[in-house]
């Protein structure tokens, strides 16, 4: 399938025609509250469903999930990493599934209900609440880098080292209107990832000094 038109690459949970949906992205903006019922917590476990979603298809995943003290999370899991594929112009095209809506879920009354009990709408909703989302996927081809703010990109795909692993890293600094008066429950996102039995997840809280979030937000130490 590389090299050939995007246009005529098959649709699974997103778009691959349209890099950015605009105006999806300010429709969730508009109502951060019914998109995110439970504010950042309902941001994690949006992450957190495409890792099991992985996890599943493979048998077994892993996951680690970072709490920083600046209200920021970071979700790193082992899956293959989010698809990315060669077009004919030569572009490596990331398939969007920050800056578009999840065809199986967005607008869907049948949608799975994530563990708190609310619909899943997918990882535009992440991206649209977050002030800035950094997007770190490395796959067998290759690994690189994105930064979103609201969900708009602001740089390309920047390729970064790979370092012998597969997977996505995704930190994420929600909305100041979405941060809770009080830490994240470490506890009950714990009892929540039970929800998904083949994905193991680790919660862990960083110090100020950001130490947790170099030895296991975005790594495996």
Not at 189 to 211: I, K
Request: proline residues 6%; glycine residues 10%; contains cysteine.
């Amino acid at each position: 399938m590389d090299g050939t038109a995007r246009a005529a690459w098959t649709n699974t949970t997103h778009d691959w025609a349209a890099a950015v949906d605009a105006e999806h992205l300010a429709r969730i903006r508009a109502d951060a509250a019914g998109f995110a019922p439970d504010g950042v917590e309902h941001l994690v476990l949006e992450v957190l469903a495409y890792a099991g979603d992985e996890a599943a298809a493979r048998g077994a995943g892993r996951c680690v999930v970072t709490l920083h003290a600046d209200g920021s999370v970071s979700v790193r899991d082992d899956g293959r990493g989010t698809d990315t594929r060669v077009d004919e112009h030569g572009e490596m095209v990331k398939k969007p599934v920050m800056a578009t809506k999840d065809l199986r879920f967005f607008d869907q009354p049948e949608a799975e209900r994530l563990p708190d009990g609310h619909p899943r709408r997918g990882m535009s909703v992440v991206a649209a609440l977050s002030t800035l989302l950094v997007h770190t996927n490395r796959r067998l081809n290759g690994a690189w880098t994105q930064r979103y703010e609201h969900g708009l990109p602001v740089t390309g795909l920047d390729p970064v080292e790979p370092d012998g692993t597969t997977g996505t890293c995704v930190t994420f600094r929600p909305d100041p209107s979405l941060l809770p008066q009080s830490p994240l429950d470490a506890d009950r996102l714990t009892r929540w990832a039970a929800h998904w039995p083949a994905l193991e997840v680790r919660v862990e809280s960083a110090g100020r000094d950001g130490s947790a979030a170099t030895r296991s937000g975005c790594g495996w130490a």
